[in-house]
C-alpha cells in the first residue's frame, strides 16, 4: 500500500521578508560581525537592572529613530556641526559613525562601570584633540562644556520621545523625569554644563539654544548623509527609509523648517503605523 508523500510546507513569502529585513537590521547592532565583544548586561554598572534608562535604550526601533533625530538637531549649532566636518570621515564612514555612538550607549547603559567609565574617559580624551575655527573666525572647542550640554540634551530628548512614541506612550512623567536625571551621570561624567535632570528643565535648556542654532551648505551636505540610503543593504533600505521619515516626523516643527524639511502631516500615520510594526518585528526576534 502507497503512503502519500508528507506536505512540504512552503515559507510564507511576506514573513521570509520581515526575517530577511530583520536579520540585516540586526547585523548593524552584532558586535562580533565588527571584531568587538559584545556588551553583556551588567547590575553592577551605572544605572542597573531597574532604571529607566534599561528600559529606553532596550528597544532597537526607538533608538534607531531617536538617534537619527538627534543627529538632525545637533548639527543646527555651528560649532557641533564644524566638529564633525572637520575632524570625522562621516562622509566615508556615516554607518561607522552611528554604530559608534550605539556602541557608547550600550557600554554606558549595561556595561559594567569599569567600563562605562573607560569607554567615557576615552571619548573625553577624543574631545580634547577636536578644535578649530568656524567659517566665520569664531573658535571652538568639542571639549566646551556649553557643546556637550546641547549634545546631551538633544539625544537624550530625542531617545526618550521615540520610546514614548513607539513603545510606552502611557509613560509616567516620574519615569521620564528619571531618565533624564540617570542620563546626567553621563553628561556630567563627560563634562557637560548646564545638565537637566528632568524633562522640564531640558525644554527649557533646548529652548535656550535656538537663537545659535543655524542651517547652512554644510548642514545640508550632513544631512543629505545622515539621511542617505544609498549604499544599504538592498532588504535592509526600506526599514532605513522609514526611520529617517520617522525621525524627520519626532522634531520639532522649528527644527524641520530649518532643514527645508517637508512637514510630514499627511505622512504621519502611515509613518508611524509602519515604524510600529517594524518595532514589533525587531522585538520578537530580539527576544
Do not use: C
Not at 565583544?37 to 532604571?51: C, E, K, N, W, Y
Not at 538632525?72 to 561607522?96: C, E, I, T
Not at 528619571?178 to 528643565?201: K, T
Request: zero cysteines; hydrophobic letters at 45%; aromatic letters at 6%.
Amino acid at each position: 500500500m502507497n503512503r502519500a508523500s508528507p506536505r512540504i510546507k512552503q515559507p510564507d513569502p511576506v514573513q521570509s521578508l520581515k526575517a530577511a529585513i530583520t536579520g540585516r537590521v540586526i547585523a548593524l547592532f552584532n558586535d562580533r560581525a565588527r571584531g568587538e565583544a559584545p556588551v553583556q548586561r551588567r547590575p553592577d554598572g551605572l544605572f542597573g537592572p531597574r532604571s529607566v534608562a534599561w528600559r529606553v535604550h532596550g528597544d532597537v526601533t526607538s533608538m534607531m529613530v531617536g538617534g537619527i533625530s538627534s543627529l538632525l538637531l545637533q548639527m543646527l549649532h555651528p560649532a557641533v556641526l564644524a566638529g564633525v566636518w572637520d575632524h570625522s570621515n562621516f562622509r566615508a564612514d556615516m554607518q561607522g559613525r552611528l554604530r559608534r555612538t550605539a556602541r557608547f550607549i550600550a557600554l554606558t547603559t549595561y556595561g559594567g562601570r569599569e567600563e562605562a567609565e573607560a569607554v567615557m574617559a576615552r571619548v573625553r580624551r577624543i574631545h580634547d584633540q577636536v578644535r578649530g575655527t568656524l567659517p566665520d573666525g569664531t573658535p571652538y572647542a568639542a571639549n566646551d562644556p556649553a557643546l556637550l550640554a546641547w549634545v546631551h540634551v538633544t539625544e537624550a530628548t530625542s531617545f526618550l520621545n521615540a520610546w514614548r512614541r513607539y513603545v510606552e506612550p502611557g509613560m509616567s512623567r516620574l519615569d521620564q523625569d528619571r531618565y533624564f536625571a540617570e542620563m546626567a551621570q553621563v553628561a556630567q561624567a563627560l563634562g557637560a554644563a548646564p545638565v537637566p535632570r528632568d524633562q522640564a528643565a531640558a525644554r527649557r535648556l533646548i529652548d535656550s539654544y535656538r537663537s545659535q542654532l543655524h542651517a547652512d551648505a554644510r548642514a545640508r551636505d550632513v544631512r543629505g548623509l545622515v539621511l542617505s540610503t544609498t549604499g544599504a543593504d538592498p532588504l535592509a533600505a526600506p526599514v532605513r527609509a522609514l526611520a529617517n521619515q520617522a525621525a524627520i516626523d519626532l522634531l520639532p516643527d522649528w527644527a524641520r523648517r530649518m532643514h527645508g524639511l517637508a512637514n510630514p502631516l499627511l505622512g504621519r500615520p502611515l509613518v508611524r503605523a509602519g515604524t510600529l510594526g517594524v518595532a514589533r518585528t525587531l522585538r520578537w526576534a530580539f527576544r
